[in-house]
């Protein structure tokens, strides 16, 4: 090959030398990964591209311009319900159960709808997928079906897999590189069915900042924290820095930690324990808070409420309400 690969002015741009290398601007971040998602890049160019990012980190204008990429690779249908609250679910829980899904389906339950995404992490953690199957929950088979199940049940979760077949690909490729790449920050980002609030959560409190200015550059409401094992989770024995964007304004404020001292690594995360918690079958104080304290963060940028303290009392309650029928008993 003679000529340039058009993709290669990317590669260029991130590699170029300490002083002739930058960050891609928002516009040419949104065309590199339509390349990408399109097919139109060679493998050995998608890996350089990927290490060069994952070397400087990815900026909040190169994050929006991949999310806008993303979300315009995925066929929608042409009818979506309103949706209440996107869930990103891609890290998978290896020390406490993924009490976050009982969160969410407490919420689901008491009229706020919501879209759960997500893959499959290592073999070593709790899968959100098997949680949910636990639960009487099965992943959906493609978005119109998630769409369908949100409108009638007020709750869904579809595969990364179904969701973005060539984001999944690239995601696959992290034991090749020994390294997370940026699609496991669009992934969370990707709020694919236009959803009022997005909610993410992180493990590296570096990452708080480039998603919250990313949601700003997308004009999205979002709130984003650093929770317990990666995933959206109120870890109840910690202070929870919780950054949100909400109206196009940026927030910043700390929930503190429900408990007075941390409890010990879960050794046996038996996913049964999640419907018996649910029916009130067995007493986990770590559960119940981590499920009432993750509530309450989404409740107060949903219901525009003022003070963390009433989002923890709006919670609560619909926990002591909650329908038991909702969620199957464990086998």
């Excluded at 969370?188 to 570096?206: C, E, K, T, V, W």
């Excluded at 049964?272 to 559960?287: I, M, N």
Aim: include cysteine; glycine fraction near 10%; hydrophobic fraction near 45%.
């Amino acid at each position: 090959m003679t000529e340039e690969h058009p993709f290669a002015q990317y590669i260029r741009t991130l590699g170029k030398g300490r002083h002739g290398s930058r960050s891609l601007a928002r516009g040419e971040a949104f065309d590199a990964m339509s390349m990408i998602l399109a097919g139109e890049v060679e493998p050995v160019q998608l890996g350089a591209f990927l290490m060069l990012l994952r070397v400087k980190e990815e900026t909040a204008e190169e994050l929006a311009g991949f999310v806008a990429a993303a979300r315009k690779s995925i066929p929608m249908p042409a009818e979506i319900p309103k949706i209440d609250l996107d869930w990103s679910s891609y890290a998978g829980k290896r020390r406490q159960l993924p009490w976050f899904v009982l969160s969410a389906l407490l919420l689901a339950s008491h009229g706020i709808s919501i879209l759960m995404h997500g893959s499959r992490a290592g073999a070593d953690r709790v899968q959100t997928a098997d949680a949910l199957k636990a639960l009487g929950i099965s992943a959906s088979a493609s978005m119109q079906e998630a769409l369908d199940r949100v409108d009638g049940k007020g709750f869904a979760f579809l595969g990364f897999d179904i969701l973005s077949p060539g984001l999944q690909a690239i995601m696959n490729l992290r034991p090749l590189f020994g390294l997370r790449s940026p699609v496991h920050t669009i992934a969370r980002m990707l709020n694919p069915a236009g959803a009022s609030l997005s909610i993410q959560g992180i493990f590296h409190p570096g990452y708080l900042d480039s998603h919250q200015h990313a949601g700003q550059l997308l004009q999205e409401d979002i709130v984003v924290f650093k929770g317990e094992g990666g995933e959206a989770e109120r870890n109840p024995d910690l202070v929870c820095k919780v950054r949100t964007v909400l109206g196009g304004e940026m927030g910043e404020e700390e929930w503190p930690a429900l408990f007075a001292s941390r409890h010990v690594k879960d050794e046996e995360m038996d996913i049964s324990r999640l419907a018996k918690l649910w029916h009130g079958e067995t007493d986990d104080e770590y559960g119940k808070m981590s499920v009432i304290g993750t509530a309450a963060i989404a409740l107060k940028s949903l219901r525009q409420l003022g003070s963390m303290a009433e989002a923890e009392k709006m919670a609560t309650e619909f926990w002591e309400s909650r329908d038991r029928s909702y969620v199957e008993r464990a086998a």
